[in-house]
């Protein structure tokens, strides 16, 4: 058992290599790979080059001026149209949410209303269980409407 440990160290320690270097041929070494990795990096810094918006990058609007005089002009006016229809879309969005809003607390506000007036009519014909049904709706409606309008307000 303890031959095959050692035939394993040997076999082991044969396939390892010594590389013996001065002290000037390392730093040599090191100092040649970190200028060539400080290189790349100022080149992929000198190379980048970010640009975002609607109208392309004014490089690219020379080129397309090239092609067509009008074609950074008409570029210009699509962005300028495209920010116009957007602000509209937003006014009426926020027009409609409030209309929307009106109504949701109207209908039933309204439906209330109606059932009350419907109730003190039965109350005056007579029909008293019939007034108490419509109460207790008219009740339930506006209670509905409050509920639902806090569990939006809380989420």
Do not use: C
């Given at each position: 058992?303890?031959?095959?440990?050692?035939?394993?160290?040997?076999?082991?320690?044969?396939?390892?290599k010594?590389?013996?270097?001065?002290?000037?041929?390392?730093h040599?070494?090191?100092?040649?790979l970190?200028?060539?990795?400080?290189?790349?990096?100022?080149?992929?810094?000198?190379?980048?080059e970010?640009?975002?918006?609607?109208?392309?990058?004014?490089?690219?609007?020379?080129q397309?001026?090239?092609?067509?005089?009008?074609?950074?002009?008409?570029?210009?006016?699509m962005?300028?149209?495209?920010?116009s229809?957007?602000?509209?879309?937003?006014?009426?969005t926020?027009?409609?949410?409030?209309?929307?809003?009106?109504?949701?607390?109207?209908?039933?506000?309204?439906?209330s209303?109606?059932?009350?007036?419907?109730?003190?009519e039965?109350?005056q014909?007579?029909?008293?269980?019939?007034?108490?049904?419509?109460?207790?709706?008219?009740?339930?409606?506006?209670g509905?409407?409050?509920?639902?309008?806090?569990k939006?307000?809380n989420?």
């Amino acid at each position: 058992m303890q031959d095959n440990i050692e035939e394993n160290d040997l076999a082991v320690s044969s396939q390892e290599k010594n590389i013996v270097m001065t002290e000037t041929e390392l730093h040599e070494l090191l100092g040649g790979l970190q200028e060539e990795i400080h290189a790349d990096i100022k080149q992929t810094i000198l190379h980048s080059e970010k640009f975002s918006g609607p109208v392309p990058h004014p490089d690219h609007m020379k080129q397309y001026k090239l092609i067509d005089k009008s074609l950074p002009l008409r570029f210009t006016k699509m962005a300028e149209d495209n920010l116009s229809h957007r602000q509209s879309m937003e006014k009426l969005t926020t027009v409609g949410e409030l209309f929307m809003g009106f109504l949701g607390w109207l209908t039933p506000t309204g439906i209330s209303f109606y059932s009350i007036y419907t109730a003190s009519e039965l109350i005056q014909d007579g029909k008293s269980i019939e007034a108490l049904i419509s109460l207790v709706a008219a009740l339930a409606t506006l209670g509905g409407a409050f509920y639902m309008k806090q569990k939006v307000d809380n989420q």
